[in-house]
């Protein structure tokens, strides 16, 4: 039996994630679940009071795990939150719990059986993971689990600036090769 299955697709797009018209986008967020700046910050504003009141039952959230609600106000249908590692130096298993990030957010989608999803660069703002390197494992990360993918048919990483964007795009085309 021929598989007809469409390939995972992974782009590199350069916008602001809370305008996205998706099945879900992920947050960058903190262990409190309760909002902050960069782009924590901007979604909470675009989704409106009800994510707070609804991330408020949700505990928290561990670094390197993800916990979906709905989208509220915003474009998308839902939000997954995820804790990046905030930058140590790379010896407190910072690589690994970014991965974590990509990796629990993608199986959060696939549970849900959804089609599309786009992440911010996790940790690279306030946290201050090195961008090549976090580049890197994004692409890394997201191509591993396409071969796991059953309902996702499309992954965005969204830059929210020109230098991400084309780092980005390098590190795809080099992880392409
Ligand atoms: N759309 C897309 N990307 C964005 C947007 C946006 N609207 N706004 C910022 N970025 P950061 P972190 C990019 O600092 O490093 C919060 O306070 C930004 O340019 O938002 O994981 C949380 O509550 C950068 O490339 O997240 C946590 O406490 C990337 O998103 C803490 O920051 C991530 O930057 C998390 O820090």
């Known amino acids: 039996m021929t598989n007809t299955r469409k390939p995972l697709e992974l782009q590199i797009i350069e916008a602001d994630i809370t305008h996205l018209q998706l099945d ?3 947050n960058a967020a903190n262990h409190s679940l309760l909002g902050g700046g960069g782009v924590d910050g901007a979604i909470h504003r ?3 009071p009800e994510l707070l009141a609804h991330c408020k039952t949700l505990g928290g959230c561990a670094t ?3 916990k979906l609600t ?3 106000r915003l474009p998308a249908r839902f939000i997954i939150h995820t804790v990046g590692p905030v930058w140590h130096g790379g010896h407190q298993q910072e690589p690994e719990l970014l991965a974590s990030c990509y990796r ?3 199986q959060l989608a696939e549970q849900q059986g959804l089609h599309s ?3 911010p660069a996790i940790s690279c703002g306030v946290y ?5 390197q976090a580049a890197r494992i994004a692409v890394t990360t997201i191509h591993a689990f396409s071969r796991q993918a059953h309902s ?3 992954v965005y990483l969204v830059a929210f600036d020109d230098r991400m964007r084309t780092l980005l795009e390098k590190t795809l085309s080099e992880h392409a090769r």
């Open 64 to 66: 390197g795990q993800a």
């Open 104 to 106: 629990q957010s993608l």
């Open 24 to 26: 879900a986008i992920v």
């Open 128 to 132: 201050g993971y090195p961008l090549e």
């Open 152 to 154: 996702l048919r499309q």
């Open 70 to 72: 709905p989208g509220f």
């Open 117 to 119: 999803i786009a992440f």
């Open 46 to 48: 675009a989704a409106g």
